[in-house]
């Protein structure tokens, strides 16, 4: 009940397309969704987060769709360029429960972007 | 802004052995969180210190411990370390009054056991 499943494993798009990752999770106390980045030899960094009071979110380029009575959430990466390759998590926690603090990630995307 | 900071990058050692993991939180943060992240796959939740106290614990057994100091920053103790120890051991701060969850990643720890 507590895993979060991330899809597909691996996604190959063109420099300006659109670039969909999908996540689904069962633990209905999960509050709390953000999306890390990572690159190889780093530390994942926070991209967007969501919260399931709102359906979407949106900083720049990137946007987070959340379907709560489904229970899964997006990401979408607008105008994808090279610079976007990059492993993608995406996680989830009970910030207001007894979880508080255990993100709870996805196996991972790698994102290629041709230019 | 300091970022979260870890020490050392990559650190070898072989089975049987001890090691510890240092981080120090980004700058105004209280909470450290401590991850293990295999090749290939996501971070999994180690343990989570506010206080100096352990408030939250992952499914990983007692060789793995830690401690948080005054100054927020914390240690990470493998104990009789196992080939499959070998992992990114990331730090990640946040601000309990936040109670958003918000976690900011260190670079990590590469550990690798022979």
């Known amino acids: 009940q507590q895993q979060v499943k991330q899809s597909p494993q691996s996604l190959i798009v063109q420099k300006g397309g659109i670039s969909i990752i999908n996540c689904a999770y069962e633990?209905?106390?999960?509050?709390?969704f953000p999306w890390y980045q990572q690159f190889p030899g780093k530390g994942p960094a926070l991209l967007i987060a969501i919260r399931p009071d709102v359906s979407e979110k949106k900083e720049g380029r990137f946007t987070i769709s959340f379907n709560k009575s489904a229970k899964q959430f997006s990401l979408h990466i607008m105008d994808s360029q090279p610079g976007d390759s990059a492993t993608y998590f995406c996680a989830a926690s009970s910030a207001g429960g007894t979880s508080y603090g255990k993100l709870t990630f996805g196996q991972g995307t790698i994102l290629t972007v041709h230019p | 802004d300091a970022g979260v900071t870890q020490s050392p990058t990559h650190l070898i050692k072989t089975r049987g052995q001890q090691v510890t993991l240092r981080c120090s939180p980004k700058?105004?943060?209280?909470?450290v969180s401590w991850y293990q992240q295999a090749l290939g796959q996501g971070p999994q939740f180690i343990f989570q210190?506010?206080?100096?106290?352990?408030?939250q614990r992952g499914n990983f057994p007692d060789r793995f411990s830690g401690h948080q100091f005054p100054n927020y920053s914390s240690e990470l103790n493998v104990n009789a370390l196992l080939l499959g120890d070998s992992a990114l051991y990331l730090c990640?701060?946040?601000?309990?009054?936040?109670?958003?969850?918000?976690?900011?990643f260190g670079p990590g720890t590469r550990l690798t056991v022979l």
């Open positions: 990640a701060s946040s601000l309990d009054r936040d109670f958003t969850d918000t976690q900011y």
């Open positions: 700058s105004g943060h209280d909470t």
């Open positions: 633990n209905t106390a999960f509050d709390y």
């Open positions: 210190y506010y206080e100096e106290e352990e408030r």
